[in-house]
């Protein structure tokens, strides 16, 4: 029986290479009858010399309960499942050197806003909404096809800045092409930063825009930067093997401008560091995401975003630390209501860390904030472990002495920022490093 089931996988296999499209229902039925733990490790690894045409590979041998660690999407609720994180987030983020502006501008995490309305004050020309997800906390903006979404942000970033968002993308993969996805910033000039107008052309006085095409085992992404409708810069559209890791999974992007140089970084990557990438003219307003027409229905493309940051001024942990004696962060991130660090901070304690290795008569005091959410004793006892967590990865990452630290916690006693908005919130949530 086994080696009849074996002969039946050689089988599909080889129907596959021929018309994958046909056969990646075909492949997905004969994965789903076998049961036994040797054949399904030949499945396997026959899978994974199956043409490119079939979209979605097995996954890899049973786990030990049997269970199948697919992603999943439920169509009915616009609800969707997620893979786990990676395991190994520093390996990932060890050489990630993103420091974000000290003031925040806006913030968006969409907390306040209905799940199925666009976010409050945003525009857009399709039918994006909020909704949830599943095994990712939060409420995230689904994107439309065919759809332009201009952010609710109202005032100049100044010239000096960083822009950072989550992004997930979700995509049923069958052998079509999946719509190009684009994010970018724009200077509307005279006009609003959310005019209609900007939902037809996204040029403004100055843009910049990264496009993403999703493939189902890797990407291609490009750069392109203009002045008014004259492109100002461009970098050539490559494929990379590593876009296929930021499917189903929270992908962090993070951007940075300094006058004309523009610096981008997903999941810990850094993709462009242009020095003259973006016009000196003009003053960008306005984050928009952009995601066009494919073959495939809307429920089959899940393309999310959460979690926006937008702040103005970059000096250096170092100027400020040792000019001013402190630096305050908030680019230090954690779980929600809990101490553990997310990989996205890593650039900010990395510099930390380098400061404290070339100066070693340097101590500092580690002192942890939160925003008013929850009460005050529990806000207090989180920003304790908040600071020792961050003392902990500068002890046991960087080998930094224990004895050059010390933590201390405030809670939500000392805001710098009013609390009734998400940006006032992201402002007061934040880790401030003190010369001791």
Not at 221 to 227: I, Q, R, T
Not at 237 to 246: F, G, L, P, R, S
Request: aromatic share 10%; glycine share 8%.
């Amino acid at each position: 029986m086994i080696w009849t089931r074996i002969m039946l996988v050689f089988a599909v296999h080889a129907v596959c290479v021929s018309n994958p499209l046909y056969s990646q229902g075909i492949w997905k039925k004969v994965k789903g009858r076998i049961e036994n733990t040797t054949v399904n490790k030949i499945v396997n690894e026959t899978d994974k010399a199956v043409s490119k045409g079939i979209d979605k590979a097995i996954e890899s041998a049973s786990t030990a309960n049997g269970q199948d660690t697919t992603v999943q999407q439920d169509k009915s609720t616009n609800t969707h499942a997620a893979e786990p994180q990676n395991n190994n987030p520093l390996q990932s983020y060890s050489k990630y050197d993103f420091i974000p502006g000290d003031s925040i501008l806006y913030a968006a995490n969409f907390s306040d806003d209905p799940i199925g309305e666009l976010p409050s004050g945003w525009n857009s020309n399709g039918s994006s909404v909020i909704v949830n997800l599943n095994n990712i906390e939060g409420k995230w903006l689904r994107m439309a096809q065919r759809s332009v979404v201009l952010s609710g942000n109202e005032q100049g970033f100044g010239q000096d800045f960083s822009v950072e968002f989550d992004l997930v993308f979700d995509i049923d993969f069958q052998g079509w092409m999946a719509p190009e996805f684009r994010f970018g910033l724009l200077a509307s000039g005279e006009q609003s930063p959310t005019s209609n107008s900007l939902l037809n052309e996204q040029k403004g006085d100055k843009s910049f825009y990264v496009n993403v095409s999703p493939h189902a085992q890797s990407g291609t992404f490009s750069l392109d930067s203009y002045e008014k409708y004259i492109r100002y810069f461009n970098s050539p559209a490559k494929d990379v093997k590593k876009v296929e890791t930021w499917y189903r999974r929270i992908a962090h992007v993070a951007m940075q401008v300094q006058k004309e140089r523009l610096r981008i970084w997903i999941d810990g990557d850094k993709l462009y560091d242009a020095p003259k990438g973006v016009a000196k003219a003009g003053e960008f307003n306005q984050l928009f995401f952009k995601l066009a027409s494919s073959p495939y229905k809307d429920e089959q493309i899940g393309i999310y975003i959460s979690n926006i940051k937008i702040a103005k001024g970059l000096v250096p942990p170092r100027q400020h630390l040792l000019q001013n004696g402190s630096f305050t962060t908030t680019g230090i991130l954690f779980d929600t209501g809990a101490s553990r660090i997310k990989p996205e901070s890593f650039g900010v304690i990395k510099s930390i860390a380098d400061l404290l290795l070339e100066n070693p008569e340097l101590r500092l005091q580690i002192v942890g904030h939160t925003d008013n959410v929850g009460d005050d004793k529990t806000n207090l006892t989180l920003s304790e472990q908040r600071a020792a967590a961050v003392k902990e990865m500068l002890v046991s990452t960087y080998s930094i002495s224990t004895d050059r630290l010390e933590t201390l916690g405030k809670g939500e006693a000392v805001p710098v920022s009013p609390n009734n908005s998400e940006a006032g919130r992201t402002q007061n949530r934040r880790v401030e490093f003190v010369k001791l």
